[in-house]
């Protein structure tokens, strides 16, 4: 093996009894210079459940006394352990490795590193997998512990693939086992499976897990995966405790890398696996290359050429089409990087550390919006590429906005702590107008988690437009302005706060060359200049600039060693407690608790109502309508309204509450009235002094509460719970008998809390009914006279992410149609659509408007699917499509519905894009208002008999006439 002279263990290690067959299962423990940590690794072996289990302790000729303990370890269990030494140091893990795989005498081999441990299970779960399935290779699920954290955090390894127990006949079965899970440490293979095959680590080069568990995942004939923990792979972050493969800084690490890549690639095609290549391609692109990508800003430019030069030329094999399966900035990083094309790609590493970053001016052409102008023009690859559109950029103001602030300038004028400080921020397509008035501030504040001090601010003297950026210059004075406790303070970052016509965004300064910021500035601590009297720039791992405190060395020592005194501990211990304190009372438990055994014990205060819309996210709905009704009466009473996020669009004549805050709570448990369309939180018992008016928001066309297969399903207890939140409600609006039938049934309501007044929020609606004159906000929206307004408002769509992606090609759509009707799209609230400026005064979303009700009744038709919008557009009297492209799964592998939309809608049913554009240009929305209009007519009298226009009155009426001021 590689010629490799290995020196015996002493002999009393190999005196004793010799086993009769083997044993079942042989570890191989590599160690190099960690004596310490040798012992705990292999006694996670020792102390197996599995009992026919044998130690090979392989020592990479380790300086230290690594190779001593593991001596001692072989005399002390000789019939259990044994231990080599190589005669010079490999570098790497590879060599004794295949050592120990040569030496090991058991059926089944695992490896093991001196830093980790096995979990206890472990060789017998593994063995039993193997001999139940005849498997060449066992996998079981490893997690990275982080053994320098206080807590110990416990991350699982590419948990789903470990879900369940399962057995593949060929890694293709599961592309992503080979792709992500490349470690050889959490696996067990037949040792003849081994030695048969060839299989070995490459010697002399890092990565080489990836190498030997791609042949050994290809050549497996039969592998099984296990859900158990197998393996514990214990992480130590502090400084100086890289392990080889994370040593990114060296260039030879990243040279190591790629040759792997491309030794796998070999064996892939030699193995005549390219569907493993692609996915392999994927992975690489978003994982492999991003590892390296960060680190690019820190290094200098000699580096970064070197880095081009070998990632460029493994960059030439990926398939092109792996570039659409990562995220856009992956490829963007990737694309901009194979053009070396270093002023974009710089800022695009920025976002891909700092993903809410926008670090890019961008450009417009043709009504796609680019990361860059560069490339596009020349390069069809590129422009597919670079094409952000889809992300949105476009649509978001500058207040939603963290954009990149690079730090230009960082000097001293003098001696002191004065220094000068400059910068340039990303200006995205000129979110930031040139004729607005700017401000900006810098802020110092401390970094230490879960204490709050009071933070630092210097006014910025000069900021203005230039070009694509604004740019700002400032002088903070750091010892008169940053005044540090001097212990527990002892890292402060900077940000930017910029006000833009009164909009504020806050950035980072990014120090985007290496050595910009350098020196020590003087500071003045608030308790004593013996712990610390300076400050230095330092930059931090996401590239950001902050000072940090640097200590006084035998102040230092002495403030240490106090530290891990008695006053020390004392300190540490009373800190650590009244953390936990603050986090446990400001929990959800907590908070729970509070409300019941100390708010509820308060009395309830008259004419204090709390009102809610869709759990606090917005101000509309039913709520609002009977909110404003008791305002447009004048009634005496105290208006409360929960929110969640900001309280943007809320009433400025209510009191405003964060949901789940403590002045919510203690609003909820006073009140005489809870109004919502929701649900109030469901731990929250509703006193008996309490009225709960539940609106609901909407009738119900999918089956729900106890209808749902889902809720069925629950355990007794559960269901009970359920029913429990249900009860509170004392009062629940009814639109129609359909909603006895559905919605009553299904929550399980009594009769007399029926409350058949329809509802409020399809009050305006009502009113609106064969009205000519079109609303208000149409003009708001600039939609011209002489075009018609459709509204697409679909439900929402649980699809992993809250974007939702539009079920036909708007930018089609507002060509065919665009000289006709203006387009409004409304996605539901959990969800998001993106449009491309393409088609800017066509296609409007307004999805950002709280309350639809306007919405329904500026619309000349609607388009929808399955929301229950149709319910209450139906009021109106005007043209429906229902696009349902997704029916069949929607009715059939959903939760069902109460009735065949398809029998049922009052307007054409399509299925296509095609179909839609169809019916659109077949006829007039006058032509379908006539030709549905029968049933129209039965649907309104079927599902909005009750909704008569005087909904909220006759509530305000029923429940709070008594209030009117007298």
């Known amino acids: 093996?590689?010629?490799?002279?290995?020196?015996?263990?002493?002999?009393?290690?190999?005196?004793?009894?010799?086993?009769?067959?083997?044993?079942?299962?042989?570890?191989?423990?590599?160690?190099?210079?960690?004596?310490?940590?040798?012992?705990?690794?292999?006694?996670?072996?020792?102390?197996?459940?599995?009992?026919?289990?044998?130690?090979?302790?392989?020592?990479?000729?380790?300086?230290?006394?690594?190779?001593?303990?593991?001596?001692?370890?072989?005399?002390?269990?000789?019939?259990?352990?044994?231990?080599?030494?190589?005669?010079?140091?490999?570098?790497?893990?590879?060599?004794?490795?295949?050592?120990?795989?040569?030496?090991?005498?058991?059926?089944?081999?695992?490896?093991?590193?001196?830093?980790?441990?096995?979990?206890?299970?472990?060789?017998?779960?593994?063995?039993?997998?193997?001999?139940?399935?005849?498997?060449?290779?066992?996998?079981?699920?490893?997690?990275?512990?982080?053994?320098?954290?206080?807590?110990?955090?416990?991350?699982?390894?590419?948990?789903?693939?470990?879900?369940?127990?399962?057995?593949?006949?060929?890694?293709?079965?599961l592309p992503d086992l080979l792709v992500y899970d490349t470690l050889s440490t959490n696996k067990c293979y037949r040792r003849d499976f081994l030695v048969e095959g060839g299989l070995e680590f490459p010697v002399g080069i890092h990565?080489?897990?990836?190498?030997?568990?791609?042949?050994?995942?290809?050549?497996?004939?039969?592998?099984?995966?296990?859900?158990?923990?197998?393996?514990?792979?214990?992480?130590?972050?502090?400084?100086?405790?890289?392990?080889?493969?994370?040593?990114?800084?060296?260039?030879?690490?990243?040279?190591?890398?790629?040759?792997?890549?491309?030794?796998?690639?070999?064996?892939?095609?030699?193995?005549?696996?390219?569907?493993?290549?692609?996915?392999?391609?994927?992975?690489?692109?978003?994982?492999?290359?991003?590892?390296?990508?960060?680190?690019?800003?820190?290094?200098?430019?000699?580096?970064?050429?070197?880095?081009?030069?070998?990632?460029?030329?493994?960059?030439?094999?990926?398939?092109?089409?792996?570039?659409?399966?990562?995220?856009?900035?992956?490829?963007?990083?990737?694309?901009?990087?194979?053009?070396?094309?270093?002023?974009?790609?710089?800022?695009?590493?920025?976002t891909l550390t700092n993903r809410d970053k926008v670090s890019a001016p961008m450009t417009e052409r043709d009504g796609r919006i680019y990361w860059c102008a560069e490339h596009i023009e020349e390069d069809p690859f590129a422009r597919r590429i670079l094409d952000v559109t889809e992300l949105g950029y476009h649509a978001r103001p500058v207040g939603r906005m963290f954009l990149r602030n690079e730090l230009t300038e960082y000097s001293r004028p003098g001696r002191g702590g004065v220094v000068r400080l400059a910068g340039r921020?990303?200006?995205?397509?000129?979110?930031?107008?040139?004729?607005?008035?700017?401000?900006?501030?810098?802020?110092?504040?401390?970094?230490?988690?879960?204490?709050?001090?009071?933070?630092?601010?210097?006014?910025?003297?000069?900021?203005?437009?230039?070009?694509?950026?604004?740019?700002?210059?400032?002088?903070?004075?750091?010892?008169?302005?940053?005044?540090?406790?001097?212990?527990?303070?002892?890292?402060?970052?900077?940000?930017?706060?910029?006000?833009?016509?009164?909009?504020?965004?806050?950035?980072?300064?990014?120090?985007?060359?290496?050595?910009?910021?350098?020196?020590?500035?003087?500071?003045?601590?608030?308790?004593?200049?013996?712990?610390?009297?300076?400050?230095?720039?330092?930059?931090?791992?996401?590239?950001?600039?902050?000072?940090?405190?640097?200590?006084?060395?035998?102040?230092?020592?002495?403030?240490?060693?106090?530290?891990?005194?008695?006053?020390?501990?004392?300190?540490?211990?009373?800190?650590?407690?009244?953390?936990?304190?603050?986090?446990?009372?400001?929990?959800?438990?907590?908070?729970?608790r509070l409300y019941h055994e100390a708010f509820l014990r308060l009395p309830v205060r008259r004419r204090l109502v709390v009102f809610e819309s869709h759990l606090g996210r917005q101000y509309s709905d039913s709520p609002r309508a009977i909110y404003e009704e008791m305002r447009r009466q004048g009634l005496d009473f105290e208006a409360v309204w929960s929110y969640a996020g900001r309280p943007d669009g809320f009433p400025s004549d209510a009191t405003l509450v964060r949901r789940w805050s403590l002045p919510y709570l203690r609003a909820l448990a006073r009140a005489e009235f809870w109004i919502d369309n929701q649900s109030y939180p469901l731990k929250l018992t509703k006193r008996p002094g309490t009225t709960y008016l539940q609106t609901w928001h909407g009738s119900a066309l999918k089956r729900m509460g106890f209808d749902e297969p889902s809720w069925k399903l629950k355990s007794r207890a559960a269901q009970a719970e359920q029913q429990r939140t249900l009860d509170r409600f004392d009062r629940f609006l009814i639109r129609s008998e359909h909603d006895v039938r559905t919605l009553a049934k299904a929550f399980r309501l009594r009769e007399k809390a029926l409350l058949r007044v329809g509802y409020p929020r399809n009050d305006m609606l009502v009113q609106a009914r064969g009205a000519t004159e079109r609303p208000s906000l149409a003009a708001e929206l600039g939609i011209p006279a002489d075009k018609k307004v459709l509204l697409y408002a679909p439900t929402f769509r649980q699809s992993g992410q809250k974007r939702f992606a539009l079920p036909f090609d708007v930018e089609r759509f507002a060509e065919t149609f665009g000289d006709q009707y203006v387009l409004l799209v409304r996605a539901h609230y959990l969800n998001h659509v993106v449009l491309p400026p393409s088609v800017r005064g066509r296609v409007l979303d307004v999805s950002a408007h709280h309350d639809v009700t306007p919405l329904l009744a500026l619309a000349d038709a609607l388009i929808t699917d399955y929301s229950s919008v149709m319910f209450d557009y139906a009021l109106l009297d005007r043209p429906m499509l229902f696009l349902t492209y997704d029916y069949d799964a929607y009715v059939h592998e959903?939760?069902?519905?109460?009735?065949?939309?398809?029998?049922?809608?009052?307007?054409?049913?399509?299925?296509?894009?095609?179909?839609?554009?169809?019916?659109?240009?077949?006829?007039?929305?006058?032509?379908?208002?006539?030709?549905?209009?029968?049933?129209?007519?039965?649907?309104?009298?079927?599902?909005?008999?009750?909704?008569?226009?005087?909904?909220?009155?006759?509530?305000?009426?029923e429940f709070f006439s008594d209030w009117r001021h007298k």
């Open 207 to 350: 990565y080489e897990d990836l190498f030997f568990s791609a042949q050994a995942y290809a050549a497996a004939r039969r592998i099984t995966l296990i859900p158990n923990r197998v393996y514990d792979w214990n992480v130590v972050e502090r400084p100086g405790a890289e392990s080889i493969s994370n040593r990114r800084a060296e260039i030879a690490n990243f040279a190591h890398r790629m040759e792997i890549h491309r030794r796998v690639d070999r064996l892939l095609a030699d193995r005549g696996l390219p569907e493993l290549k692609f996915a392999k391609d994927v992975k690489f692109l978003k994982h492999d290359l991003v590892l390296h990508l960060r680190d690019l800003p820190f290094r200098d430019a000699a580096y970064r050429q070197e880095f081009a030069a070998l990632a460029n030329a493994y960059l030439a094999s990926i398939d092109p089409a792996a570039y659409d399966e990562v995220e856009p900035i992956h490829a963007i990083c990737a694309y901009l990087l194979r053009e070396r094309d270093w002023d974009n790609l710089l800022p695009a590493v920025d």
């Open 425 to 592: 921020v990303t200006n995205p397509l000129g979110v930031v107008p040139p004729g607005a008035p700017l401000t900006a501030e810098l802020e110092f504040y401390a970094r230490r988690p879960g204490v709050r001090f009071r933070t630092f601010r210097v006014p910025v003297a000069v900021v203005r437009h230039e070009g694509p950026y604004v740019t700002w210059e400032a002088t903070a004075d750091i010892e008169k302005v940053l005044r540090p406790l001097g212990i527990v303070d002892a890292v402060w970052d900077v940000r930017l706060h910029l006000d833009v016509d009164g909009e504020r965004t806050s950035t980072r300064l990014t120090a985007a060359e290496p050595g910009l910021a350098t020196g020590e500035l003087p500071v003045r601590p608030r308790l004593t200049r013996l712990v610390a009297d300076r400050v230095e720039p330092h930059v931090s791992a996401r590239g950001h600039l902050a000072f940090r405190l640097v200590p006084d060395k035998k102040a230092n020592d002495l403030v240490v060693r106090g530290l891990r005194g008695t006053p020390g501990r004392l300190a540490k211990t009373g800190y650590r407690k009244a953390k936990a304190w603050r986090k446990k009372a400001t929990s959800g438990d907590t908070k729970v």
């Open 1 to 173: 093996m590689f010629g490799v002279n290995v020196e015996q263990q002493p002999q009393s290690a190999t005196a004793g009894p010799a086993v009769p067959a083997g044993p079942a299962v042989s570890v191989v423990v590599i160690v190099y210079n960690d004596e310490a940590r040798l012992p705990t690794a292999v006694r996670s072996v020792l102390e197996q459940t599995l009992r026919s289990v044998e130690v090979v302790i392989v020592d990479d000729h380790s300086s230290d006394g690594s190779y001593e303990v593991a001596a001692r370890l072989a005399a002390l269990h000789p019939d259990r352990v044994r231990a080599y030494r190589l005669p010079e140091n490999s570098g790497g893990c590879g060599a004794p490795r295949n050592e120990g795989v040569r030496r090991a005498r058991g059926a089944y081999v695992l490896f093991l590193d001196s830093d980790d441990v096995l979990e206890r299970n472990a060789c017998r779960n593994m063995l039993e997998a193997a001999e139940t399935t005849g498997a060449d290779l066992v996998s079981g699920l490893c997690v990275r512990v982080h053994v320098d954290t206080r807590a110990r955090k416990e991350v699982k390894w590419y948990p789903w693939l470990y879900s369940r127990t399962r057995t593949l006949e060929s890694v293709s079965e």
């Open 894 to 957: 959903g939760r069902g519905t109460y009735f065949d939309l398809m029998e049922r809608a009052p307007g054409p049913v399509v299925r296509t894009e095609d179909e839609l554009h169809a019916v659109l240009a077949g006829s007039s929305l006058e032509e379908q208002s006539v030709k549905y209009a029968a049933a129209r007519e039965r649907f309104t009298a079927d599902f909005g008999e009750y909704d008569k226009g005087t909904a909220a009155r006759r509530i305000v009426d």
